[in-house]
């Protein structure tokens, strides 16, 4: 699954999209996951299956969701305590359940 994290200046979810790509190898997974900035959202889009929203900029879940739905994407935002702790697995998880 093509798995895109997007946040303010798609710094903050690096850390992040490392831990998803150990937790994806962990089980065997060739997922693509990558971040970016909401800026670039609309080049990136086409890229990914499922856009998960990094909590810090809920503010703009509309307007994401508003691009993610015209093109047939899944989205949410990642929770918050998965976010803060850096847990991979969790939000993979996260990931899968919204493409199902």
């Known amino acids: 699954m ?38 670039e959202l609309e080049l990136q889009i086409n890229n990914c299956e499922v856009v998960l929203i ?20 899944c989205f949410a935002v990642i929770d918050s305590v998965s976010y803060g702790m850096v847990d991979g697995k969790k939000v993979l998880a996260q990931a899968y359940q919204l493409k199902k």
């Open 2 to 39: 093509n798995i895109l994290l997007v946040c303010a200046s798609g710094m903050s979810t690096s850390l992040l999209v490392t831990q998803m790509k150990k937790a994806s190898e962990a089980i065997g997974s060739q997922d693509s996951i990558f971040a970016c900035s909401v800026d």
């Open 54 to 73: 990094g909590p810090q900029i809920r503010y703009k879940l509309k307007s994401i969701g508003e691009i993610a739905m015209a093109q047939d994407k």
